[in-house]
C-alpha cells in the first residue's frame, strides 16, 4: 500500500487511479504534511455498510397508513376523483 503526498496524487492522480483499475495497487494512501488523509480504493471494494433497518425506531407508521391506496392508486392512473 504506497503512500503518496497530496502535491504527488494532485500532479498524477489519471496514473494513480489507472493502478487501482489494473489492479497493480489495491488502496493508495494520500498524505497531507506527512499524515494519513485519504484512501483511494477500486470502486468495487468500497463497503456501503448495512442499509436495512437504517431508520429503525426514529418514526411511527400509523395504523391507517393504507386508509387511501384506492384513492392514490386511481389518481396516478388517472381515474376520476371520488
Not at 7 to 29: F, M, N, T
Not at 53 to 70: M, Q, R, T, W, Y
Request: proline content about 6%; cysteine-free; charged content about 25%.
Amino acid at each position: 500500500m504506497p503512500f503518496v503526498n497530496m502535491l504527488q496524487a494532485k500532479s498524477s492522480l489519471s496514473r494513480l487511479v489507472e493502478a487501482i483499475e489494473q489492479g497493480r495497487e489495491r488502496e493508495i494512501i494520500i498524505a497531507r504534511n506527512g499524515r494519513p488523509a485519504a484512501k483511494l480504493v477500486p470502486l468495487d471494494a468500497v463497503s456501503v455498510g448495512p442499509r436495512v433497518g437504517i431508520a429503525k425506531g426514529l418514526f411511527v407508521v400509523p395504523d391507517s397508513i393504507d386508509a387511501h391506496n384506492e384513492e392514490v392508486a386511481r389518481l396516478f392512473l388517472g381515474g376520476a376523483e371520488a
